[in-house]
Structures are given as structure tokens and as C-alpha cells.
């Protein structure tokens, strides 16, 4: 009250307020308008928070995806070294070993000089 006493503007809020209290209509009114101010807050908290659930969910889905993918590529390689290590150790020449597997020149004797027998 002392505020609303040295400012014009929250006296003339006060005002409205008491006019507003005062008319049970007005005030049903009001109180509508703020539950449906309070029920959009609430609707768009949840849509986000779902939306983000969502989207982690994707998120995961695709990281296990690319992970098994990266998994095979990564098994696929590591054959073919094992397939050129054996080819090696059975004295098949580094270029045959390179055309069969794939595998470049270089790779295969990086993977015969990495051979200990």
C-alpha cells in the first residue's frame, strides 16, 4: 500500500485490481485467462520435453546403428590383415596378396614386416 502511495502507476494498478475483485464476472474472467496462460506454459513444457526425449531416443538409435556399421567395417579389415598374414606366412608374393584382399601394397608389407615367424 505505501508503494502504491509514491507511484502513480501501481495505484492505478491497484485500482484496476480492486475493480477487477469487485465484479465477479470480470474476476471469473481474469482467473480464465490466467489458467490458460498457466495451461499454455504447461502444454509447451511437456511438448519440449518430449520433443527432447524424442530426439535422444533417435540420437541412441542412430549411434547404435553407426557403431555396429563401424563394428563390421572394422571386423572386415582385421579379416583381411588376418587372410594376408596367413597368405604371407604360406610365401604367396606381397602383389597377389594385395590383389586378392584388396589390401594395398604398402599394407601388406607393413602387415610382413609386423610377422615374427
Known amino acids: 500500500m505505501m508503494v502504491a502511495q509514491t507511484n502513480s502507476a501501481i495505484a492505478e494498478a ?3 485490481i480492486q475493480v477487477l475483485s469487485a465484479d465477479e464476472r470480470m474476476r471469473a474472467l481474469a482467473e480464465a485467462r490466467e489458467k490458460a496462460y498457466m495451461d499454455y506454459d504447461t502444454n509447451i513444457n511437456e511438448a519440449r520435453s ?8 533417435i540420437g541412441e538409435q542412430k549411434g547404435r546403428q553407426e557403431g555396429r556399421q563401424e563394428g563390421r567395417q ?4 582385421e579379416g583381411l590383415y588376418i587372410a594376408a598374414r ?15 584382399t584388396g589390401l594395398s601394397v604398402d599394407e601388406v608389407k607393413q602387415i610382413a614386416a609386423g610377422l615374427t615367424d
Do not use: S
Open 86 to 100: 596367413n597368405a604371407l606366412r604360406e610365401k604367396i608374393p606381397v602383389e597377389t596378396i594385395a590383389k586378392l
Open 74 to 77: 572394422e571386423g572386415r579389415q
Open 50 to 57: 518430449e520433443g527432447l526425449e524424442e530426439g535422444m531416443q
Open 14 to 16: 491497484w485500482d484496476v
